[in-house]
């Protein structure tokens, strides 16, 4: 069973098209089906019911697809184990990281370790957290750096690296600025915009208000903080933001009885063993250097 028919498999089956699986894989169409085709030969059985332009797991292919997943993860990890023998901090190391996090918090991060370990090729992904956790549990993304979830999955470990508190926001003309005594109720009554649900982000203001019981006003969602923000500041409407992100052009509304903080941090497999360059750049996130 070639590795290689294995990892077409496996992205044909995550992408759900053969066009999608050959971009992922750097490789032609039909390369592709050639290896899908090889490996549905070896096994003497379709792995896919091609249904009009649909791509479907049959029975067989459901039942391979965690299992060829499995087959590459024990491959990569005994590679590292093998290379870890040494304490050269060297080799590819593939991450994934939110937009937010990679604006805002890695820069100084990367700078060091790229300056510390030069013959590490970083392979940096920008993905939402939530995805980068699923590139983590697929052997996708050996480290995702992420807000981390409230309720993980026991495929992962989390380690935290930065608290990031979170804080009603909005542009300095909204009716709510500068009021004393603003509560829950009083921001129900106006537009919000939030990030999307499903979102790790999303889900710390769901826990915070289900005590309260109180239905907010959405009128807008999406997954980019930096584009949340440029809505709050023209009037759209109040959001939940990091408070990282206050500038001059929104202000925060105290709403006493919100509290509420997101953890950001490294997110990793449990069977996995760690790279010596994903171990130094873990190393590096919790120590970094500090700037004088």
Known sequence: MELDNLKAFIQVAEQGSFSRAAEKLFITQSAVSKRVSSLESSLNTPLFDRI?????????????????????????????AVANLTDTVSGPLVIGTSHHIGLHRMPPVLRQFTREYPDVQLDIRFMDSEEACIGVIH????????????????????????????AIMANHEHPLVGKKNVRT?????????????????????EQTLKPMNIELN?????????????????????????????????????????????????????????????????????????VT
């Open 218 to 290: 959405v009128g807008m969602s999406t997954n980019y903080l930096e584009t949340i923000k440029m809505l709050v500041s023209v009037g759209l409407g109040w959001s939940v933001l990091p408070q990282s992100m206050l500038d001059r052009d929104i202000c925060m509304i105290d709403v006493r009885e919100l509290k509420m903080e997101r953890t950001l941090g490294v997110v990793s497999h449990t069977q996995r063993t760690p790279s010596n360059a994903a171990r130094a750049l873990l190393k590096t996130l919790q120590h970094p250097e500090k």
């Open 185 to 205: 109720k009083d921001l129900a009554r106006h537009n919000a915009i939030l990030p999307a649900t499903g979102t790790f982000t999303r889900e710390v203001l």
């Open 139 to 166: 052997g996708d993304l050996e480290l995702g750096i992420a807000t981390l979830p409230l309720s993980p999955d026991p495929g992962l470990d989390l380690t935290p690296v930065w608290h990031d508190p979170l």
């Open 52 to 80: 009009g332009h649909k791509i479907i797991l049959t029975e067989a292919g459901r039942k391979l697809l965690p299992r060829a997943r499995h087959i590459l993860l024990e491959v990569e990890d005994s590679k590292r």
